[in-house]
């Protein structure tokens, strides 16, 4: 699987958005992209998913870049529930198989 | 709730004793998956299983470990003669595989804190 590199940390202030980026070089056309987070003495959860365009659910919002080399994991207003390690994942299929976690980015939420 | 579940939750155990964990999925997930993760890490994948077979395993399944499925329900992984650098925390999730082009996130349990003094 094609790596990603994320920054080992960032801050946000509570009800602001957040933007967690990704950088991912190398993927190819077939990879997915998996953001994972992992709240304190818990293990990893599911955020949210794409492939080329980009996606929105009820926890946040992903938007890809158009060379898909890139993509920013958006929370719209961060809560102190969202200080966490977020994971960005490249794999080439849609989640069915072993995930390979980075060291993901520690967000830290003020209030 | 019928998350995944694992117990125990902790483990204190002296080098070489062998252990034993257990993972309950979600009920009707068909994919069962072992990660390890140590301090400051990701976690890192070891095995996992489709139904009760094991499908792949980590060169980091060394031959001390060994996981089992065999009803294709929970599945233990046990580590024999433990050393310190078994110490970390044991995570398990489940999936469900059912083709279509649907996304298999996968749900991941609380984990096993392992130490090994």
């Known amino acids: 699987d094609a790596k990603t590199t994320q920054p080992n940390s960032m801050e946000s202030n509570e009800e602001e958005p957040v933007h967690l980026p990704c950088n991912h070089s190398?993927?190819?056309?077939?990879?997915?992209i998996h953001w994972y987070r992992q709240l304190p003495s818990q293990g990893p959860e599911y955020v949210i998913h794409g492939l080329t365009s980009n996606v929105n659910n009820r926890m946040a919002s992903l938007a890809i870049a158009e060379d898909r080399k890139s993509s920013t994991l958006i929370l719209h207003r961060a809560t102190l529930r969202d200080a966490a390690v977020y994971y960005c994942?490249?794999?080439?299929?849609?989640?069915?198989?072993?995930?390979?976690f980075g060291k993901g980015t520690m967000l830290l939420v003020s209030p | 709730d019928t998350g995944v579940s694992q117990n125990p939750r902790h483990k204190i155990t002296k080098r070489g004793q062998n252990v034993t964990f257990r993972c309950d999925p979600i009920s009707e997930h068909n994919r069962l998956y072992w990660y390890r993760q140590t301090l400051g890490q990701g976690p890192e994948f070891l095995t996992y299983?489709?139904?009760?077979?094991?499908?792949?395993k980590s060169r980091l399944l060394s031959d001390r470990f060994s996981a089992e499925r065999p009803k294709g329900s929970f599945s233990t992984l046990e580590i024999q003669r433990t050393e310190q650098g078994d110490s970390a925390m044991y995570l398990c999730?489940?999936?469900?595989?059912?083709?279509?082009?649907?996304?298999?996130?996968?749900?991941f349990g609380p984990g096993t804190r392992l130490t090994v003094t």
């Open positions: 190398t993927i190819s056309g077939t990879d997915y």
């Open positions: 999730a489940s999936s469900l595989l059912i083709g279509g082009g649907a996304y298999y996130e996968q749900y």
């Open positions: 299983f489709q139904n009760e077979a094991q499908l792949e």
């Open positions: 994942i490249l794999s080439s299929n849609s989640g069915y198989s072993t995930l390979t």
